[in-house]
Nanobody
Framework: QLQFEESGGGLVQPGGSLRLSCAAS????????IGWFRQSPGKEREGVSY????????NYADSVEGRFTISRDNAKNTVYLQMNDLKPEDTGVYFC??????????????????WGQGTQVTVSS
């Protein structure tokens, strides 16, 4: 089981950038797919991006493709989400989680476990 702590959120103007961090504790981090998700008020949680254990495979939601970059540092047990050209529709609470064992590799929240508490991102002028 992993425990995650997200950080790096805040208030930013449209077009601005933020880098989120997801610090993990637990022995299985280096073998886990890690995903970033977000949830806005009144909306379902949606997948943003995931990264494979050795960073060889990444995937992004269409809405963030080309603007967001996921990366990880296994020596630091940390996954990052660099967010550029932020838009108001990117506003939400951002969470990280670990891919469920034997689950398909996807951006579906149901395929992830060990959720963090989230960090708030607000994009507004």
């Amino acid at each position: 089981q992993l425990q995650f702590e997200e950080s790096g959120g805040g208030l930013v103007q449209p077009g601005g950038s933020l880098r989120l961090s997801c610090a993990a504790s637990g022995q299985t981090f280096t073998s886990a797919f890690i995903g970033w998700f977000r949830q806005s008020p009144g909306k379902e949680r949606e997948g943003v991006s995931y990264i494979s254990p050795a960073s060889l495979r990444t995937n992004y939601a269409d809405s963030v493709e080309g603007r967001f970059t996921i990366s990880r540092d296994n020596a630091k047990n940390t996954v990052y989400l660099q967010m550029n050209d932020l838009k108001p529709e990117d506003t939400g609470v951002y969470f990280c989680a670990a891919g469920r064992k034997n689950a398909p590799i996807s951006l579906r929240p149901i395929d992830y476990v060990d959720w963090g508490q989230g960090t708030q991102v607000t994009v507004s002028s």
